[in-house]
């Protein structure tokens, strides 16, 4: 029979088979990309907000060249930016 992670090694009972740093690394790293994924996600559906706003204002306006489109979007990915930056220092 094979020892799990939670059962003690029966050659040296005060150890577990794997100790907490291999598990504790590896939370760490989920964490990480978790967090990261969550950004990701703020920044395009920040980005797509501001190109649908935009085109939906020129589509209102009539207008022959996308300004509303260029502006939106180029404000949406400096605000997406300074978020995503603003929450890399608070780590």
């Not at 799990?4 to 577990?16: G, R």
């Not at 920040?46 to 190109?51: A, R, Y």
């Not at 060249?65 to 930056?85: D, K, N, Q």
């Amino acid at each position: 029979m094979e020892n799990t992670p939670d059962q003690p090694d029966h050659n040296h009972e005060d150890k577990p088979i794997r100790g907490e740093e291999p598990l504790k690394k590896a939370t760490e790293k989920t964490t990480s990309f978790v967090q990261f994924s969550g950004m990701a996600f703020q920044m395009l559906g920040t980005i797509g907000l501001g190109v649908y706003a935009g085109m939906k204002l020129d589509a209102w306006q009539n207008n022959r060249r996308p300004i509303w489109t260029i502006v939106l979007s180029l404000t949406a990915i400096g605000a997406s930016l300074y978020l995503f930056i603003r929450q890399l220092t608070k780590r």
